[in-house]
């Protein structure tokens, strides 16, 4: 007797694979420095202000912590729906490192890791007071912190989300 594949899951293996390669060819072409400019990026205004958190007024975090320029806010993404983001910039602003940080499910907020995880701050008390996080991401690169797919955290939905080919499609 033999054992036979049905069509369509050979066919969601050979994107899986294939979309795998991509990814991993891509990283790979990054970590090399490839793709990226070396020099560093410059702006003549603050980017995108409507993002811009005034961490001054976060609660609990001592004032000497303050200078990480930090962005956060709901991007609109196609048909009402919104992804959640927090943008902390590099310790060193000239690294040319991006990092993209989604918490696993999909369905868990990245929040978690922002705060609990490998976030540029860490709370031992519940959230009252902050420290500086000495094993933040943020050491090795500028971070985005994404919750998604969207209804999850802060993210907004208005329609659906049918399966995972449609989460990595709003990704893109």
């Not at 899986?16 to 560093?40: C, E, H, K, N, Y």
């Not at 000497?64 to 930090?70: D, F, H």
């Not at 860490?122 to 969207?150: A, C, E, M, R």
């Not at 802060?154 to 989460?167: G, L, R």
């Given at each position: 007797?033999?054992?036979?594949?049905?069509?369509?899951?050979?066919?969601?293996?050979?994107?899986?694979?294939?979309?795998?390669?991509?990814?991993?060819?891509?990283?790979a072409l990054?970590?090399?420095?490839?793709?990226?400019?070396?020099?560093?990026?410059?702006?003549?205004?603050?980017?995108?202000?409507?993002?811009?958190?005034?961490?001054?007024?976060?609660?609990?975090?001592?004032?000497?912590?303050?200078?990480?320029?930090?962005?956060?806010?709901?991007?609109?993404?196609?048909s009402g729906?919104?992804?959640?983001?927090?943008?902390?910039?590099?310790?060193?602003?000239?690294?040319?490192?991006?990092?993209?940080?989604?918490?696993?499910?999909?369905?868990?907020?990245?929040?978690?890791?922002?705060?609990?995880?490998?976030?540029?701050?860490?709370?031992?008390?519940?959230?009252?007071?902050?420290?500086?996080?000495?094993?933040?991401?943020?050491?090795?690169?500028?971070?985005?912190?994404?919750?998604?797919?969207?209804?999850?955290?802060?993210?907004?939905?208005?329609?659906?989300?049918?399966?995972?080919?449609?989460?990595?499609?709003?990704?893109?």
């Amino acid at each position: 007797r033999s054992i036979t594949t049905p069509p369509h899951t050979l066919k969601l293996s050979v994107m899986l694979v294939l979309r795998s390669a991509v990814t991993i060819v891509a990283v790979a072409l990054l970590s090399f420095g490839a793709i990226v400019d070396a020099r560093p990026v410059e702006y003549a205004t603050d980017p995108a202000p409507q993002y811009r958190i005034d961490t001054t007024k976060l609660p609990g975090l001592d004032s000497g912590l303050t200078a990480l320029p930090q962005w956060s806010g709901n991007m609109p993404v196609g048909s009402g729906n919104t992804l959640f983001f927090w943008y902390a910039q590099a310790a060193n602003p000239t690294s040319n490192n991006l990092i993209f940080w989604h918490n696993g499910g999909p369905g868990c907020s990245s929040m978690e890791g922002l705060f609990d995880e490998n976030g540029p701050y860490h709370s031992t008390d519940g959230g009252k007071t902050w420290t500086l996080n000495p094993h933040s991401w943020h050491n090795n690169g500028h971070i985005v912190y994404i919750d998604q797919p969207f209804g999850t955290g802060f993210s907004t939905d208005k329609t659906s989300v049918p399966n995972e080919d449609f989460i990595g499609d709003t990704m893109v």
